[in-house]
């Protein structure tokens, strides 16, 4: 008899089984995925590259620019008028160069100390004023100048500097503002440009002559590209810079205005007035009551 022939059967095959999505095998499936899917070594791959903005000027050289700020106290009778009392001045990276008490030549009558931060104590082993006046002289040799108010403390240091070295963050137009219904420009305080231009407080207290050259150290490097453009575009460098803030409503806000406002020069009012005055063309008034001369060059903005 013959056997009978066995039926082949088919090898059953496992089916994968169901796999929600999202669970680890998915994950691990990543980790595993087939090699030949990867980059080989030769293939180009394409460079990102990120360029960061440039906070310095090419033309400017860096190591050339210094800031400083001046502490005074008052001295006369009233004690109206002021004399330097402290003097600091910082380099671009915010190092401090010079930091010295100076010993006023007259009694000191008011330390004004809320403001200056000057004690009797710091006036004891001050140097004398013509000491800090030649080694502030050397330190400014062919050197940018940068400051607030600056024409008051070269004038405390009886010191002058080439108006085209100069960066005073009070004659900057976009650091200035306008009077309500105005169109002259006038310079803010260091402790309201520092607040809305570089949101930082400063001035809470005592004034500290070293934080103060610093901001407007900062408030230079913030407008820095700008700022050196627009002097070097300038025919003449040592006047007001850069463009002016537009005109806006008093009540609405809204801009009235982009055209080029008046804006005084190096001179203000009193100078102008008084220069008139002298000349014939105008006769005093009120308005222009000549008070002590030293104390109105002497006068700090932010105080």
């Not at 998915?26 to 590259?49: G, T």
């Not at 590209?225 to 025919?235: H, L």
Request: with cysteine; net charge positive.
């Amino acid at each position: 008899m013959v056997a009978p022939v066995k039926k082949k059967t088919k090898a059953k095959v496992s089916k994968p089984l169901a796999v929600a999505p999202g669970s680890n095998w998915d994950k691990l499936k990543a980790k595993i995925a087939c090699p030949s899917n990867k980059p080989k070594k030769h293939d180009l791959q394409p460079v990102k590259k990120t360029f960061e903005k440039k906070k310095n000027v090419e033309w400017i050289d860096t190591s050339t620019i210094v800031a400083m700020d001046c502490e005074m106290v008052g001295v006369g009778s009233d004690g109206a008028r002021s004399v330097l009392a402290r003097c600091s001045i910082v380099d671009f990276d915010g190092n401090v160069v010079y930091d010295k008490h100076v010993k006023p030549m007259e009694r000191v009558t008011d330390f004004r100390t809320h403001v200056s931060g000057i004690r009797s104590k710091h006036l004891r082993d001050a140097i004398p004023f013509t000491q800090c006046q030649q080694e502030v002289a050397e330190i400014f040799e062919d050197k940018i100048l940068v400051g607030h108010a600056l024409r008051n403390d070269m004038q405390a240091l009886m010191l002058t500097h080439p108006k085209g070295m100069i960066r005073d963050t009070t004659k900057y137009r976009p650091y200035m503002r306008r009077k309500v219904n105005g169109t002259k420009l006038f310079p803010k305080s260091l402790k309201n440009l520092a607040l809305e231009v570089l949101k930082k407080t400063i001035q809470t207290g005592e004034h500290d002559s070293v934080e103060d050259a610093r901001t407007s150290l900062e408030l230079y490097k913030h407008a820095m590209a700008p700022w050196e453009k627009a002097i070097k575009a300038s025919k003449a460098p040592g006047i007001l810079v850069g463009q002016l803030p537009p005109q806006r409503h008093p009540k609405t806000k809204q801009i009235i205005s982009n055209k080029p406002a008046t804006v005084d020069s190096d001179e203000d009012d009193f100078d102008a007035a008084i220069r008139n005055m002298k000349q014939g063309k105008t006769k005093a008034t009120k308005a222009y009551a000549i008070p002590d001369a030293k104390q109105l060059s002497l006068e700090e903005y932010d105080e």
